[in-house]
């Protein structure tokens, strides 16, 4: 573990300072001396939160060219192209840390940083679009909320500017699902099916229990983490049921019911077997997503290559002329 | 508990590993990356030019394409500024930092250091 304690040699008074920073709930800026631990927690967090909505791109991509009307078509292209633009606010914040967005695109496409496990579910039919806007996105809208205010400046405003395109994301997938509930018996079994499948991944998006999540006292400490695990999940279980009453959904979860002395609702442990199988890279899609980022990076290498070939020679003719 | 559980919900959508994950390279591969540019976008008219972000671009003008596709897709904007980042020159970021010490102590540029009668209207 490196990530609780500061770098030995830190001056103690700059120390001090940047924890009468954080103390304040005053924002650490990319130029301020900070831990070293600080900053390489915070790399890895968002980084990996960049890989996150750049993968997220590919489960619902796939439904571009299916989407069931040009209405549809515009909303999920609109949406997936928000997701490229979330990962590139992120990939800027974390350069602000002094590592480059080449190094953390390789670091992902050899599978030394990960993404959300999330996305290593295959979406089975177009439900699962809407299932994703409403429960997956509702789910990252409960992280990220928080993180706003996180103790890292560019980290949030770059959440605030996300969480601004995110409420979009949602209500898109809830009228979507809305829509093909007043459909056919046909679609109102296809976005039960899907709420079924996505139910469980979506609360295992909030991580293990807080009792095995060591981490999180330190980056609570920081300010880079503003709520443990169990309460997200609480609070999204909370939000989602009315949400699928007024669908006309049922959640795949027997244990599931009000608790009127704690004020919230009881629910049974997603299977974190099965999590952890996902996070080790043997999920259903983790090769394809790995493997599509891979190809897609480097059959772009060649634009990449002539723009910078063509800004040269530009430069060079414009220093020509000026002699 | 292995180092390989210690998970986070922070990946903002959904758990990701902090434990036992790089975050730097050792070797960089071959490729010339972009410059980085840092953007300012006016939101209206009548509003400053505010600092957004940045991004990667080959040169300056595709660095303002970019900025609209990245940061203005709803109607955020109605003027774009980029600037390259390695243009930038900025002060200290210590706020003890002397630059800011001639102002700390000239509590006469402020209005509220002068006391006016409550009863004198429109100060």
């Given at each position: 573990m490196t990530t609780t304690q500061v770098a030995p040699d830190a001056d103690d008074a700059l120390l001090a300072q940047f924890e009468a920073t954080i103390g304040r709930s005053d924002r650490i800026e990319p130029r301020d001396w900070m831990p070293d631990a600080y900053r390489k927690t915070l790399v890895r967090q968002v980084a990996q939160h960049a890989h996150s909505e750049i993968i997220g791109m590919q489960p619902e991509g796939a439904w571009i060219t299916r989407a069931p009307s040009l209405r549809r078509k515009a909303i999920l292209l609109a949406k997936v192209q928000d997701e490229a633009g979330h990962g590139l606010y992120l990939y800027s914040a974390a350069e602000t840390l002094g590592v480059s967005r080449q190094e953390l695109t390789e670091l992902l496409i050899e599978g030394r940083q990960k993404y959300s496990s999330?996305?290593?579910?295959?979406?089975?039919?177009?439900?699962d679009v809407g299932t994703i806007g409403w429960l997956v996105d509702g789910a990252a809208i409960c992280n990220q909320v928080p993180l706003c205010r996180t103790s890292y400046g560019p980290y949030g405003r770059a959440m605030i500017r996300i969480c601004k395109e995110e409420s979009f994301h949602q209500r898109q997938g809830y009228e979507l699902l809305s829509t093909m509930m007043r459909g056919t018996d046909e679609q109102r079994a296809m976005v039960q099916e899907s709420v079924d499948r996505f139910w469980w991944p979506a609360l295992m998006m909030f991580g293990p229990p807080d009792a095995d999540s060591p981490n999180t006292a330190q980056s609570m400490a920081w300010g880079v983490k503003r709520n443990t695990n169990d309460d997200l999940r609480q609070r999204f279980v909370d939000m989602s049921v009315p949400q699928a009453e007024a669908l006309g959904v049922t959640f795949p979860d027997p244990e599931l019911r009000w608790n009127a002395e704690r004020g919230h609702h009881d629910f049974g442990e997603p299977d974190w077997d099965e999590f952890m199988q996902v996070v080790r890279g043997?999920?259903?899609c983790n090769t394809q997503r790995i493997a599509h980022r891979r190809r897609a990076h480097e059959d772009g290498a060649w634009v990449r290559e002539a723009a910078t070939a063509f800004a040269d020679r530009q430069r060079s003719e414009r220093a020509e002329a000026h002699g | 508990m292995s180092g390989e559980q210690d998970l986070t919900a922070e990946g903002g959508h959904g758990a990701v590993p902090l434990a036992g994950v790089p975050v730097a390279k050792k070797e960089h591969s071959a490729e010339r990356e972009w410059p980085l540019y840092e953007v300012f976008v006016r939101g209206k008219r009548g509003l400053n030019h505010v600092h957004v972000g940045s991004l990667h671009a080959a040169d300056d003008e595709m660095a303002v394409r970019h900025a609209r596709d990245v940061y203005t897709r709803r109607n955020e904007g109605v003027s774009i500024w980029v600037v390259r980042a390695d243009a930038v020159t900025a002060s200290s970021p210590d706020e003890k930092d002397p630059l800011f010490a001639p102002s700390g102590d000239k509590v006469y540029r402020h209005p509220t250091f002068y006391a006016i009668p409550d009863d004198v209207p429109h100060m």
């Open positions: 999330i996305f290593n579910y295959p979406t089975l039919s177009y439900a043997h999920g259903p | -």
